[in-house]
């Protein structure tokens, strides 16, 4: 199949060059412009309590005061705030009311009494911007205009005025993510091509593929990606577009690789342009779709998660890989077809010289003298490290994890924390309401408040009241305010209000319901939602992958080492990231979403490697060798392309570290880390040495190594010509 393809694309290159420079206009003039979604909860379905409260509280408060941007004041020198300061708090409250800002429903004043904090140093004032806006650029537009305007009527006052809450934290997000895309894209381009050009000595060939990836592929995908999110109702991350920068980019550098590689390697047995891309695309064309298709299968999985962002980010993935991979198996020979062989490789002088590969060809002599050893070696690595994740903790606190401690709406936060409660930011509700409509009575709501107030972790409950307007029009639902002892995101709030709910559920009176709202019931919700991911998802992911490593290599015993292999690659990554971070940084843990990511690329990309090297492996015990020989074999000629393809994407995943806050910090280390264990212990030494050992019984109950089973001395697709016309021969090609 493969051959024939090559062939075809060899042919018609200049066509297959124009179709896809028309397919990549075309798709994105036509794509539908989508809006990334900010709001953790809008992640999470609806039969999760902390949705459903929400839904309750829209339903019975409709017209409710929630608080979207906090309005922070504290004086220059630090003092306590006096009269004069209350007076120009005042006038700024005024000045932005009357601004008449879009989408900026209320500012209420600041409260001399309950809106100062405890030591008097700061104070608080409360915006309500409209709720219909949550997911347009007016909501945080309207934080950006309350910041420019409040700084303008408190300057030269004496006081310093910031801008907190929700919708600042949208715009502090949104910023910070399209720096975070800068610099990933920046700093894996310059890597790419430098790390490639210096790999062939070649200028050409370190621009090639950024221009297939990033040129062709990445407008496609994308195009097709909003389709998808239009077509299937799916939401964006805006973590999404940093990470599909590096995922395009890295896996078509690697595609490219594996097919570079070989095309040179054709072209040093003296076989013409043409028939040296065919070849070669015939010859790595099963391994890069195999690999490929495990990649986006893997990912795609993720449309069964209960979250959100995974189903948006799961999808959006797996059509990036097939886009990148089709690209890599027509465009990228095509354009190999049609430039001249001393172009592709200039300004190098040597690349027709078959270099010795002496470390290597090491190598592979060590894992074909010694497979027990290595395997032993290799696996006891993994293994060791596996054990430290262990010690694995979850932490949810998204914001504040994607964005540096130094925005705005960050600092806004901390001060909060320290200067009003740690759960001031951002209080929890309790919402009871009637099931059989009677109103609800002063005496059960007090009794109710005072069980909540009991609750250990809770710091304050604010009982409804008609005067505050937490009681709805009928009197049936009330709204109980908790303000936790801990931060919001905190795994030790995250506790509290499981025993919140717990009290609340147990306490409400008869004929009555309670619902746990707020972000600390969002984070709670999200936690079960992410166990049972593990439950789910992982599974189907690895068995989809297994059934098409066993369609590849058409065996049944194969495809269990080499999952078993990458299974010890999660784990290792998992326990140097919680090593490195918990253990060594003094961070309180990881956060959530780490596990699935370092799961989802090891695993994938891992599959990709142990594909090149157990495929290339197959290639030369069909060419008559032992299982010892062939791993020796494999490890020589196929270890250069790994090592190049995994540095390359390790460097490129490291990008992530330089974005400046925390989460992308673990993202960059924990991929670079298993990209560097999946190409360099699990495909260098762990899956050849094992397949050595097993030797035929790797294969079984096919014969997928047998001489007579493909390119070598029996049957199989007929060789392609050689560089003069003639058959190529037989034994290694």
Do not use: C
């Amino acid at each position: 199949m493969f051959h024939r393809l090559g062939k075809f694309v060899v042919r018609r290159a200049w066509w297959v060059i124009a179709a896809w420079v028309v397919a990549m206009i075309a798709i994105v003039a036509s794509a539908p412009k989508v809006t990334s979604q900010t709001d953790e909860s809008a992640f999470l379905p609806k039969h999760y309590e902390s949705i459903q409260a929400a839904e309750l509280q829209s339903r019975a408060f409709p017209s409710s005061f929630t608080p979207a941007a906090l309005l922070l004041f504290e004086r220059n020198d630090g003092q306590a705030l006096n009269e004069t300061d209350q007076a120009t708090m005042d006038k700024v409250v005024k000045g932005l009311t009357d601004a008449h800002i879009p989408a900026v429903e209320t500012v209420l004043p600041v409260d001399p009494k309950s809106s100062k904090s405890k030591d008097g140093k700061y104070a608080l004032s409360m915006v309500a911007i409209d709720k219909t806006k949550m997911q347009s650029p007016e909501y945080s537009e309207a934080a950006k205009k309350l910041r420019t305007e409040g700084t303008r009527l408190a300057d030269g006052s004496g006081l310093k005025f910031q801008v907190g809450g929700q919708a600042a934290s949208a715009l502090d997000q949104k910023d910070a993510s399209g720096a975070t895309d800068a610099i990933v894209m920046v700093g894996s381009l310059l890597l790419v091509i430098l790390i490639v050009g210096v790999i062939f000595r070649s200028i050409l060939a370190g621009i090639l593929p950024v221009i297939l990836s990033l040129v062709i592929a990445m407008p496609v995908a994308n195009g097709l990606i909003a389709d998808a999110i239009k077509m299937f109702d799916l939401k964006s991350s805006p973590m999404t577009s940093a990470i599909l920068i590096i995922v395009v980019l890295g896996v078509g550098t690697d595609y490219f690789l594996f097919l570079a590689f070989r095309y040179r390697e054709r072209l040093r047995l003296g076989e013409d342009r043409k028939t040296a891309v065919a070849n070669a695309v015939g010859r790595v064309g099963e391994a890069i779709a195999s690999a490929a298709g495990a990649v986006a299968v893997a990912f795609a999985v993720l449309v069964l998660s209960s979250l959100g962002m995974f189903t948006a980010l799961g999808p959006a993935l797996a059509i990036a890989v097939i886009a990148t991979a089709l690209v890599s198996l027509t465009l990228a020979p095509a354009v190999l077809a049609v430039i001249p062989s001393k172009g592709v490789f200039w300004p190098g002088k040597k690349w027709m010289q078959e270099p010795n590969n002496a470390r290597f060809a090491a190598l592979g002599r060590m894992t074909g003298k010694k497979p027990g050893l290595v395997a032993l070696v290799s696996g006891g690595v993994l293994v060791v490290l596996a054990l430290a994740g262990l010690n694995y903790n979850g932490t949810y606190d998204l914001a504040g994890s994607s964005m540096p401690k130094g925005k705005e709406s960050m600092v806004v936060q901390e001060k909060l924390m320290t200067g009003f409660s740690a759960g001031a930011a951002d209080p929890s509700h309790v919402y009871l309401t009637s099931t059989d409509g009677a109103k609800l009575g002063d005496a059960a709501i007090k009794d109710f408040a005072g069980k909540l107030q009991g609750v250990p972790g809770v710091a304050t409950v604010v009982a409804p009241s008609a005067e505050a307007r937490t009681v709805n029009a009928d009197g049936t639902t009330g709204d109980f305010t908790v303000l936790l002892k801990d931060a919001p995101a905190s795994n030790q709030a995250i506790d509290t209000i499981e025993k919140v709910r717990d009290t609340a559920h147990a306490s409400a009176p008869a004929g009555s319901k309670a619902l746990v709202g707020g972000i600390t019931s969002v984070y709670k919700d999200i936690n079960t939602a992410m166990v049972h991911d593990y439950t789910l998802v992982f599974p189907i992911a690895a068995l989809l992958i297994m059934i098409i490593l066993g369609l590849q290599l058409r065996s049944v015993v194969a495809p269990w080492y080499l999952m078993a292999s990458v299974g010890l690659g999660f784990g290792a990554t998992l326990g140097a990231t919680t090593l490195v971070f918990q253990n060594i940084k003094g961070e309180p843990g990881l956060m959530f979403m780490l596990p699935i990511f370092i799961y989802l690329f090891v695993v994938a990309i891992g599959t990709d490697y142990n594909i090149l090297i157990i495929a290339r492996l197959r290639e030369e015990a069909r060419e008559g060798r032992s299982p010892r020989e062939a791993a020796r074999e494999a490890v020589k000629h196929g270890g250069p392309t790994v090592a190049a393809a995994g540095f390359i994407l390790a460097a490129s995943f490291a990008t992530f570290m330089f974005a400046g806050n925390v989460l992308f910090m673990e993202l960059g280390f924990s991929l670079a880390f298993g990209i560097v264990l999946a190409a360099f212990v699990m495909a260098m030494f762990f899956t050849p040495a094992l397949t050595a050992l097993l030797g035929h019984r790797a294969w079984w109950p096919g014969h997928a190594d047998s001489p007579d089973h493909g390119h070598g001395h029996g049957a199989g697709p007929a060789p392609l010509a050689g560089a003069h016309g003639m058959p190529e021969p037989a034994g290694r090609r």
